[in-house]
């Protein structure tokens, strides 16, 4: 029978900015280290990282930009962004795991062979089609959504995003596509990067209240989490995804050094358990976590601990 995939290994391990860094290499074991300790191993299915195409890169990224990853990959200089995504060598190849990683578990999801996936390491939901930004040089969400599209013929997608900022590089390349539901509750863009996802925000043209962006204030907790979370699940019964995406970052956890909502990994082990069983209803199951950010490494291990298990009983 088919279990929960989990995507673990240095290839995907190595995306990061060097040690000490918030978005440092040691995050894949802070967080594998506790689920076993937990128990969870016992339960999952160990994908080893795969790499990404730079064709199926360009399903949603500009050729240009691409090419400027790589030649500054090689060079292991200067930033990708206006100052927050360092380029190191290598850099392009360790991006191209996450993406490859993302994609491997769609290909899996939708041919049966896995249950439910989650890549720790993905989530990079703020890269752009034509730069990075946040820590994010390719956006495996945005690559995911296309391929999605393009390869797989699954037009009808749901995106959960309930990492502290607000998914920028998803939602603008998709404000105007109506059969990308996207559902992000993250704290208010007045006080934290990107300054984006205002409560009007709610997709153009006609896709037009398909996109549901919910601001909480600094300090906001479990229970503005849960009222919000309401709001969340019918617009999911309403869209009948094809598939659920669902960005789980941990730096929405009480205790995270750059952001300042206080929720406890209860949020996202609830929003896990809802979305398994609005897969369970809708999508035969599929569902894939990506880890996102989170930079408390006892926050993240809790956080996305919490999420594998819901994922393995729900
Ligand atoms: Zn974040």
Request: hydrophobic share 40%; with cysteine.
């Amino acid at each position: 029978m088919a279990t929960t995939c989990v995507y673990l290994g240095p290839d995907l391990a190595r995306y990061g900015f060097g040690q000490g860094h918030p978005f440092g290499p040691d995050r894949l074991d802070a967080f594998w280290q506790y689920a076993k300790a937990q128990g969870l191993d016992a339960h999952i299915t160990v994908r080893a990282p795969v790499s990404a195409t730079r064709e199926a890169l360009e399903r949603f990224h500009t050729r240009g930009y691409v090419e400027r990853v790589i030649r500054q990959s090689a060079s292991g200089e200067g930033y990708l962004d206006n100052g927050d995504t360092p380029a190191f060598a290598g850099i392009h190849e360790a991006a191209c795991f996450v993406v490859g990683s993302v994609l491997d578990a769609i290909r899996r999801l939708l041919d049966g062979s896995c249950a439910r996936a989650f890549v720790p390491i993905a989530g990079l939901h703020h890269a752009r089609r034509d730069s990075a930004a946040g820590f994010c040089v390719y956006n495996d969400c945005g690559v995911a959504i296309e391929t999605l599209r393009q390869v797989h013929g699954v037009r009808r997608i749901a995106y959960v995003d309930i990492d502290a900022h607000h998914c920028d590089g998803v939602f603008y390349s998709f404000e105007d596509d109506p059969d990308l539901l996207i559902a992000d509750l993250h704290e208010d863009g007045r006080y934290l990067y990107p300054g984006t996802g205002a409560a009007d925000e709610t997709g153009t043209g006609r896709a037009a209240g398909t996109k549901l962006n919910i601001p909480l204030p600094p300090g906001a907790g479990d229970e503005a989490f849960q009222a919000a979370w309401q709001r969340v699940e019918p617009l999911i019964e309403h869209q009948a995804p094809e598939i659920i995406l669902f960005q789980c970052g941990a730096d929405s956890i009480d205790g995270d050094p750059i952001t300042h909502l206080r929720l406890t990994p209860a949020a996202h082990r609830h929003a896990a358990t809802r979305l398994c069983r609005l897969a369970d209803r809708h999508c035969q199951g599929r569902l894939l976590a990506m880890g996102g950010g989170g930079y408390n490494r006892a926050n993240l291990a809790r956080a996305w601990s919490a999420v594998l298990e819901a994922l393995t009983v729900s």
